[in-house]
């Protein structure tokens, strides 16, 4: 791992509020937050429930931004993340994710509604540096 992409995973690991930003069906931006974590390969997931808006927004438009990692009104360094978004209900998926908060929108790790997003970055800015996925 570089040591920039090695920085942003220590950075963002722990799982967080993340804004996030999707197209409506016309195109106009949708931001909401949404909790989620990052694992060593900058993947970002998160859930959520599988008729919920952006899910549909995805499935026609998988391309998102998203912030992450400012918790405080003068925190020097976030994240700005473009990326694309991919939908899995998949068990191994669904069970990786899960934690214990979440059985306040879900049933279990097998209720039907609940899914997880994975974010594949292609871009993220950290600070004044850049990472992108066809550098790495």
Sequence with gaps: MSDL???IFEFARQPQLISLATSDQDGRPQLRYVVGRVDEDLVIRF?????????????????VCLTLGATQLNSPLWLRVD??????????????????ALTKYFTGVDDPRYCVVMI??????????????DAA
Excluded: C, Y
């Design 5 to 7: 992409k090695d920085r």
């Design 47 to 63: 859930s959520t429930h599988l008729d919920s808006a952006k899910v549909g927004q995805l499935e026609t438009d998988n391309r």
């Design 83 to 100: 990326g694309t978004a991919a939908i899995s209900t998949e068990p191994a998926e669904r069970e990786r994710f899960w934690f214990g």
């Design 120 to 133: 594949k970055p292609t871009r993220i800015e950290f600070g004044a540096e850049v990472w992108q996925a």
